[in-house]
């Protein structure tokens, strides 16, 4: 996988850590990543 898809996965690990509050930020950051590799796919 690419690295920017293993952060992605790897901030949705560390969601139980944090309070429910939290979690909409780290969706948006996840989504923003992974609509990036996406992107950089189209480029190739």
């Known amino acids: 996988?690419?690295?920017p898809v293993d952060?992605?996965?790897s901030r949705l690990?560390?969601?139980d850590e944090k309070p429910v509050?939290?979690?909409v930020a780290?969706?948006?950051e996840?989504?923003?990543l992974l609509q990036d590799a996406l992107?950089?796919?189209d480029e190739d």
């Open 21 to 23: 509050a939290e979690h």
């Open 30 to 32: 996840v989504h923003r």
């Open 26 to 28: 780290v969706y948006d």
């Open 7 to 9: 952060l992605a996965r």
């Open 39 to 41: 992107a950089a796919l």
């Open 1 to 3: 996988m690419t690295a």
């Open 13 to 15: 690990q560390d969601l």
